[in-house]
């Protein structure tokens, strides 16, 4: 089963405080929902373990993700994330561009494609688009809730 | 001489005596497969694979050798040490036992682990960590021979994913019979995949006994004894030192025809531990990873005469067969008999050809309450009438009248080349149209349609082909399609019969119990019969297509007439007379024009054991080796009337009358239950289910919330009756019912649909005729149900 998903998101910090909060795996990566487990390898690479509940289909995923940025095309970030657990498998490549706004905020512009196999897609599949934008939604509410009552501050 | 034993009736046959087998069913006493529990037994579970096509990197069973219980983790690898990795399958295929390399349908199975109860191998399989990469993947067999399609099987020479191609008929006549025709339909038809899936899923109990190095092999298998012998090539075992006992079996409808992977393993897994190893599917793993059915893409043509005469049939089929070529049909014949798509019809050409293909979908294309590709074939002739007679314009019973076989013409040899034994068909089909009351129903129909009502009746004149099959033409790996019968008769009269074949709710204790004791002039109460056993029961192939009473109770009757042949020898011992003094009337031997001088079966019997004749090898008993002369052909006409719900798009099937003609009937109420369930099943396939995929391979029906089984409140009232035209060539003129009306009902119910809303434009519409499809073609086609 193959999501296309896509969005914009405002938050009102410049920029660069946002783009280094979402290439910071320690700071992104505990905005994911249903998070149990976190481990940052390096400064672009990242374990998360996520409780997963599609319908009938509920257990844990464990999520490898890899992070790529371009000094030559800042304000963009690649994310690529593999997942397994309960039987299944999940492939995630994204895309996300960060432009200024008007009055010091930010535009998050994003694009990602996620290929789900096993019982999530099978058993769950007719659920889980719905919530797999359920869930996006929450991350970036997660990612705009933090960057806004902290200012971003590096390693919260 | 004195009789003491009661009297038989005159004929055991056509009577409606309640099943033998029911007493244990309804009291919860039958013994199925997972009621079996040895000492020391283990159990196992199967790792699956969540793609439907990807490598396999690496597999960590660590974890899962840590799990507490956990005794054996097997691998692909840990199988291709023993050379079994890879296994054989009916149609000449290789399939993987667990994958090793890459997997190529999702759910496959990848990795066993043994335990020591059911939860801890469930825990295990959990812990088993499987890395992959995942690989392109092809879904749609319309797909599978464009140039940028994944080649799946890198394991065959042939680096393609086409199976093979098949095909019956002359293709030039018909060809130039369609360029001649006055009047060509064409149309495109898919019949959906979709699954047996029987209450009893698939399971095993394997025990390797290493003090005797004996195998028992319990399975709910529909054929014990090619399992057997199966098992002996594949894992190279002395086929003297296996057992095969398939106990109750829970329904099979086909399913239970092939050799899974898991019981393999099984086997395997038994001889490494030294215990018995259990193993039993889930609902999900048999939807998911068992046998599928049908599956086919077919585009039939059609040329007629204006007036409606038809004069050639042509069909193209796409097979997919999924990731392996699994298919249970006769060894020469790929697409089974679906050749037998000329159905009720005199076409002067036909010309069929099919083609198969590899998938990323699981691996099957069993025969799902039909003879080897019977229901696809019937579906298609019934549904390419229905375009046919509204090209024309013509009521489709009209078409069909001017076009059945005539009765005169049997034996009818068809174009594609069968030779059917006998049929009236137009009798039955007069028969139901005045049952169901045809005309009133197109009067009421207009009327309707003039106020807005969507209001269709469906005919389905369908004429099937079962038994396989005649041994000059018909073997599963070289294994002559006969079936066989042994009958012991007991010094008390009491007899116990054998069969090769294996029966799944047919009711073969009964019937069987039937024909051995019309046969003998004995009660059916006296006659045990028994199957399942290899042990025991002779060799045969097994029960599915509709085979058991056109093959096995043909040997049933002529094992009982070889032992009423030694019985007459005795009786003229008796009553000492010549054989030739001899009548066998009303179930006992008689002098001619001395009726009163008599001696019974019984009789017989008591003197076989006690008072042979001289020079007569005592005993009483027969074996009995059928090879059919050919197969059997049933029909029937079935009418079905529906009403449509045009704002919600539900069909209310009003009304659905089946006349079957199966020949001669052994026990009426056991057709009436035969027919009742093969509706039931039809009703489903038409309107409930199939089993999709989606483009990434992943099944979307892995359980009965997707997968639909209907119940008593979805299920229509089934009106059923019958006529009665014996086979020519049968011993007891017999033809076999099990499966008609799955074959020939969904053809109804699509055709009433369609019926319903022709007049808005629409031909066709594909199976399952689900609400939100009918409410989408109804909103395509205006109707907005305000």
Redesign the interface.
Same mark, same amino acid.
């Given at each position: 089963m193959r999501i296309q998903m896509s969005g914009v998101e405002h938050v009102s910090v410049a920029p660069e405080q946002a783009f280094a909060f979402v290439t910071d795996p320690n700071r992104v990566g505990r905005c994911m929902p249903d998070l149990d487990e976190l481990q940052v390898s390096d400064s672009r690479h990242f374990v998360a373990v996520v409780k997963v509940g599609v319908g009938p289909v509920r257990g844990r995923l464990k999520i490898e993700a890899e992070m790529k940025t371009d000094d030559a095309r800042l304000g963009d970030l690649d994310l690529t994330a593999k997942g397994s657990g309960m039987g299944s498998g999940m492939v995630l490549t994204s895309h996300m561009h960060i432009e200024p706004t008007g009055g010091g905020g930010a535009e998050l512009q994003w694009s990602a494609e996620t290929s789900v196999s096993g019982p999530l897609a099978s058993v769950g599949g007719r659920l889980l688009e719905g919530q797999a934008k359920k869930k996006t939604q929450a991350m970036f509410d997660a990612i705009r809730q933090a960057l806004q009552a902290n200012g971003a501050p590096a390693g919260s | 001489m004195t009789t003491e034993a009661p009297r038989a009736p005159a004929s055991c046959l056509g009577q409606a005596i309640k099943r033998k087998e029911d007493p244990r069913f309804i009291q919860g006493r039958g013994r199925y497969l997972d009621d079996i529990s040895l000492p020391g037994m283990l159990h196992m579970a199967i790792?699956?694979s969540? =793609? @439907?096509h @990807?490598r396999i990197v690496s597999i960590d069973k660590q974890t899962a050798l840590d799990t507490p219980g956990v005794v054996a983790v097997i691998t692909g690898e840990d199988l291709e040490k023993l050379g079994l990795h890879w296994m054989p399958t009916i149609a000449g295929d290789n399939q993987m036992v667990l994958a090793t390399g890459k997997v190529l349908f999702?759910y496959q199975e990848v990795v066993a682990v043994v335990a020591s109860s059911r939860g801890a191998a469930y825990d295990g399989a959990?812990a088993v +960590?499987v +890395? =992959?990469e995942?690989l392109p993947v092809l879904s749609d067999a319309k797909r599978a021979m464009d140039p940028d399609a994944p080649l799946l099987r890198d394991d065959r020479d042939q680096k393609t994913n086409h199976i093979w191609h098949w095909e019956s008929g002359n293709a030039e006549a018909t060809a130039d019979a369609l360029v001649k025709a006055e009047v060509v339909v064409r149309q495109d038809m898919y019949f959906p995949r979709c699954h047996a899936s029987p209450l009893e899923t698939c399971g095993c109990v394997a025990d390797m006994d290493k003090a005797t190095g004996r195998l028992t092999l319990y399975v709910t298998s529909q054929a014990p004894h090619v399992y057997r012998t199966v098992i002996a090539l594949v894992a190279k075992l002395p086929e003297h030192m296996i057992r095969v006992v398939s106990p109750d079996i829970g329904g099979g409808f086909g399913a239970k025809v092939g050799i899974y992977p898991g019981y393999v393993v099984a086997v395997v897994a038994s001889i490494v531990t030294g215990h018995p190893v259990k193993w039993v599917e889930t609902r999900?793993e048999h939807l998911?990873s068992t046998a599928f059915a049908r599956d086919y893409h077919m585009t039939a043509e059609i040329g007629a005469t204006k007036d409606g005469r038809v004069q050639a049939l042509r069909v193209h089929t796409l097979a997919d067969h999924g990731a392996f070529d699994s298919q249970a049909n006769p060894s020469k014949w790929p697409a089974g008999l679906f050749n037998i798509c000329t159905g009720s019809y005199d076409f002067a050409n036909a010309f069929v050809d099919v083609d198969a293909v590899y998938t990323n979908k699981p691996p099957g294309g069993i025969s799902y309450r039909c003879s080897f590709r019977v229901t696809e074939a019937a579906y298609l002739i019934e549904r390419a009438m229905d375009v046919l007679a509204q090209e024309l314009k013509m009521d489709p019973a009209e078409l069909r009248r001017k076009n059945f076989v005539a009765p005169e013409q049997f034996p009818y040899t068809t174009p594609l080349g069968w030779t059917y034994d006998s049929g009236n068909y137009r009798a039955t089909f007069e028969k139901a149209l005045a049952q169901i009351g045809y005309d009133s129903l197109r009067r009421e129909q207009a009327g309707r349609r003039a106020r807005g009502d969507l209001m269709g009746i469906g005919i389905s004149t369908f004429t099937e082909i079962v038994g396989a099959g005649p041994n000059a033409q018909f073997d599963i790996l070289g294994l002559k399609m006969f079936d066989s019968a042994e009958v012991r008769v007991h010094p008390t009269g009491k007899a116990v019969a054998r069969f090769g074949v294996r029966h799944q709710g047919q009711g073969h204790e009964t019937t069987f119990a039937q024909i051995v004791a019309n046969e003998l002039g004995l009660s059916p109460a006296d006659v045990l019969v028994e199957q399942g056993d290899t042990d025991t029961a002779p060799y045969g192939l097994g029960t599915y297509g509709s085979r058991s009473t056109p093959v096995a109770g043909g040997a049933a009757a002529l094992c009982a007439r070889r032992i009423r042949e030694k019985a007459k020898k005795i009786a003229a011992h008796l009553l000492e007379c010549g054989e030739h003094d001899l009548e066998w009337t009303e179930g006992k031997f008689r002098v001619a024009g001395v009726p009163e001088r008599s001696v019974t079966m019984q009789d017989c019997a008591f003197a076989a054991y006690t008072n042979p004749p001289p020079g007569l090898e005592p005993g009483l008993e027969a074996t009995f080796y059928y090879d059919p002369p050919n197969f059997t052909f049933p029909f029937g006409t079935y009418v079905a009337v529906v009403d449509i719900d045009p704002g919600t798009g539900e069909v209310k099937v009003r009304r659905f009358l089946a006349i079957d003609d199966c020949g001669v009937v052994i026990n009426p109420m056991i057709v009436e239950g035969q027919v009742h369930g093969g509706l039931t099943e039809g009703f489903a396939i038409a309107f409930m289910q199939e089993i999709p995929y989606?483009? +990434?391979?992943?099944?979307?029906a892995?359980?009965f919330t997707?997968y639909l089984v209907p119940t008593a409140a979805e299920t229509p009232h089934w009106e059923t009756d019958r006529t009665v035209t014996p086979s020519p060539h049968h011993p007891i003129g017999a033809k076999g019912v099990g499966e008609s009306p799955n074959v020939g009902s969904p053809a109804a119910f699509v055709n009433a649909v369609v019926d319903a809303l022709a007049h808005l434009g629409v031909r066709h519409i594909d199976m399952p005729l689900t609400r939100d499809k009918i409410w989408n073609v109804l909103r395509q086609h205006g109707v907005d149900g305000a």
């Open positions: - | 790792v699956r969540p =793609y @439907a @990807a999702q959990a +960590e +890395e =992959y995942a999900t998911t989606d483009t +990434e391979g992943n099944c979307l892995t359980n997707e």
